[in-house]
């Protein structure tokens, strides 16, 4: 099995800065794919942002030049930069990575999401 562990959400005002960060443990061979995902309230969860193994990115239109994606291969961690926050950037965002498991199977795996508020 596979654990995702995010952190570095809370509150900050409109224009600052947070850097989400979600570290992966247990049976994995290799993570191929991360991404983060945000869901407000009343809303679908929607993608902000991915990252291949080869670091190739792509992000979302509302996000770009705003927020940057990276990881940390030897780390099995995936960090999300969010700059130039906004209010409609609220939400509750969550960490997916494609997992290569040591048993030879390929699956994804959710980190338990952590509360991002942008509020003056």
């Known amino acids: 099995q596979v654990q995702l562990v995010e952190s570095g959400g809370g509150l900050v005002q409109p224009g600052g800065s947070l850097r989400l960060s979600c570290a992966a443990s247990?049976?994995?061979?290799?993570?191929?794919?991360m991404g983060w995902y945000r869901q407000a309230p009343g809303k679908q969860r929607e993608l902000v942002a991915t990252?291949?193994?080869?670091?190739?990115?792509n992000y979302t239109d509302s996000v770009k030049g705003r927020f940057t994606i990276s990881r940390d291969s030897a780390k099995n961690t995936a960090y999300l930069q969010m700059n130039s926050l906004k209010p409609e950037d609220t939400a509750v965002y969550y960490c997916?990575?494609?997992?290569?498991?040591?048993?030879?199977?390929?699956?994804?795996?959710w980190g338990q999401g952590t509360q991002v508020t942008v509020s003056s």
């Open positions: 990252i291949t193994s080869g670091s190739s990115t």
């Open positions: 247990g049976s994995i061979f290799r993570i191929n794919a």
């Open positions: 997916y990575f494609v997992v290569l498991q040591q048993i030879g199977t390929t699956r994804g795996f």
